[in-house]
Structures are given as C-alpha cells and as structure tokens.
C-alpha cells in the first residue's frame, strides 16, 4: 500500500493545534523556500560545502516532519545524514529525487489546505 503524501492525522493536528489560516501561510512560505532551498543544497554540494548542505537537508526535513510530508523528510534525512559522502553523481540523483518529492507535496499541501 502507498503512504500518502501528506499524513492526514498530522496535517490535521497541525491546524488544530495552529489554525488552519496560519498553516496556510506556512505552506505559502514553504512554496517560496522550499526551491530556493533544494537550489542552495546543489549549490553547497557543488562547492564541496557539508556544513552547509547539512543543515540546508535539515531544515527540509524538519519541514517535512511538520507537514505530515513524510517520504520527503525521510530523503532530506537521508541527505543530511549522509552529507557529501555518497558524491557526485549519486548526491545529485538524490537531489533530483528530493526535489521531486517537494514539487509533489506542495501539490498535496495545497489541496489539503483547501480540503
């Protein structure tokens, strides 16, 4: 059985617990960061900077952790518990792959909100 994108029983205590009107507004701002973030953690990877892209993987992971986005914060977990280690071309797939998983929880995010 697939997981959904977003845990329903997470999204629905976070507007519980902060309202939804403030929630949407967490999902407008992490529809504005969250590229500008999967940007800085290519650029960090790209010039060799682990400090950096960890915490970048981490704050993505928290972001998923919040939503309910679960196979998101599991990538950006993964980024940031493997940091630069895997490199190149292995890094850059998983990348790929978290960026994906953002632009498909946005979508979900959204429609949730709107729910």
């Known amino acids: 059985m697939n997981q959904p994108l ?11 617990n902060a309202g939804a009107d403030f929630v949407l507004q967490l999902i407008e701002a992490f529809a504005e960061e969250a590229p500008l973030l999967a940007q800085q953690l290519r650029e960090a990877s790209a010039a060799g900077d682990s400090a950096q892209f960890e915490t970048i993987a981490h704050s993505l992971k928290s972001n998923g952790v919040t939503f309910g986005a679960a196979r998101l914060a599991e ?11 895997t490199g190149g071309a292995a890094t850059s797939a998983a990348i790929d792959e978290l960026t994906a998983e953002i632009a498909a929880a946005l979508l979900a995010l959204q429609a949730a909100a709107r729910a």
Do not use: N, S
């Open 6 to 16: 977003i845990d329903p029983l997470v999204f629905e205590a976070l507007q519980a």
């Open 75 to 85: 990538l950006a977990g993964r980024l940031e518990w493997q940091g630069l280690a």
